[in-house]
């Protein structure tokens, strides 16, 4: 009997064994498959990608070992445009391919943690190029530095180190980033190989497309006003925006702004509001139009009105003669303002000032509750307070 049991404690002792040992090589198998998962990607990466890029260095790192870095030689800078975007296109093309071969072995999609980072698009394959300060990517479009790296900024950079000796670099520097310039007009400045005639170029078209802000485009332009045709430019400017302002008259209101104008006015529904119309200033007459398209032809104008020692004449369409003063150089209107419908718990002065206005009588009780009031007006219709304050409204 002791025999048997010294037997089944030996067995017992070595099924631990061995289920120790099982645990122990298993502990060991998920490194060493990942190690060597790392390995052939490195490898794939070096035969597929490496091999017709100018590098340095690389490493792959990232939370799911998805982040393929690659230090590019210094000379990857003066690459034109489309080759950096293409060097950086197709090693993300191939990275990805290789990756997703793989990413078994560093990503378990059923973790809550896989899901946030999904989501985030952190688990993605992704490429970065770096070269002396600046790092590029393909990730949601071409990007440098984590800014969208276009071919017009591309120029730009080219432009800007042209001025490198340019004592107004800064100036026109700042004026190249914050303008937006065409791809063909960014060609054009490139090539110019005076560097008087660059500064200009570069400021007046900045004033082009600067056009729906005429103050900045009026002055850009008479930073080179001597330069092809802005001297003509800045008078049909200031032709065009004699004038703006605010007009008022008897019974009439109305704002100037370039080639747009509006009709104040105010109404049983609205407090402030105005309509939109276009016109074109010549020969001392504002014409105005209905739509914009019309306005390319006097002929098609609604009205015209006629300016003579600071005032704007025109007649209604009551046949009255309206004449405008300018009351201030204000080219923007405000914003429209709704009269409100009379509604329960308005105050007698709310009453006064909603779209029924003034009662045309009113009938009042006194109890010992307080104040009743029915106001009436035209149609049969009523409005009822207690204490003044509104309680039913009949229509």
């Keep these: 009997m002791k025999k048997t049991n010294k037997i089944l404690e030996a067995k017992s002792e070595i099924i631990i064994i061995v289920i120790v040992l099982i645990l122990i090589v298993l502990a060991f198998i998920q490194p060493i ?29 990232g939370k799911y070992f998805n982040v393929l870095n690659i230090q590019m030689k210094e000379d ?19 990275f990805t391919k290789i990756y997703n071969n793989y990413e078994d072995t560093f990503i378990d999609k059923t973790s809550t943690d896989y899901i946030n980072d999904s989501v985030k698009e952190v688990t993605n394959a992704k490429v970065i190029l770096t070269c002396k300060e600046n790092k590029y990517t393909i990730f949601g479009g071409f990007c440098k ?11 730009k950079e080219i432009i800007i180190n042209q001025l490198n000796n340019d004592d107004k670099k800064e100036e026109l520097t700042n004026l190249l980033k914050s303008t937006t310039y065409s791809k063909e007009i960014l060609t054009s400045i490139m090539n110019l190989k005076d560097i008087k005639q660059k500064e200009n170029e570069i400021i007046y078209q900045a004033a082009i497309a600067n056009k729906d802000k005429y103050k900045k485009e009026l002055e850009l332009l008479e930073k080179v006003s001597t330069y092809k045709d802005s001297k003509d430019l800045i ?8 004038l703006d302002g605010e007009w008022s008259g008897k019974y009439a209101r109305w704002i100037i702004s370039g080639n747009t104008c509006y009709n104040i006015y105010s109404d049983a529904s609205y407090k402030y509001n105005y309509d939109t119309y276009y016109c074109t200033y010549s020969n001392n007459i504002l014409y105005i139009f209905n739509n914009s398209a019309k306005a390319a032809d006097i002929n098609n104008a609604v009205f015209k009105m006629s300016y003579k020692d600071g005032k704007l004449t025109y007649t209604s369409s009551y046949n009255n003669t309206i004449i405008l003063s300018k009351e201030s150089d204000n080219i923007i209107p405000k914003d429209i303002v709704k009269i409100p419908e009379p509604a329960i718990s308005m105050t007698k002065d709310e009453v006064l000032n909603s779209t029924w206005g003034k009662p045309e009588k009113i009938n009042k009780t006194n109890t010992r509750y307080g104040t009743r009031e029915q106001w009436c007006y035209s149609q ?16």
Excluded: C, M, P, W
């Design 33 to 61: 498959h990942v190690f060597i998962t790392k390995n052939t990607i490195k490898k794939e990466v070096e035969k597929n990608i490496l091999k017709d890029i100018d590098y340095i260095d690389y490493q792959i790192d």
């Design 76 to 94: 990857f800078e003066d690459y034109e445009y489309s080759k950096k975007k293409d060097t950086a296109t197709d090693a993300l093309d191939k």
């Design 145 to 155: 530095n984590n800014k969208e790296y276009s071919e017009q900024v591309y120029f």
């Design 235 to 242: 008078r049909k400017i200031k032709k065009q925006h004699e």
């Design 380 to 395: 049969n219709k009523y409005i009822y307070f207690e204490n003044g304050i509104v309680t039913s409204i009949q229509e």
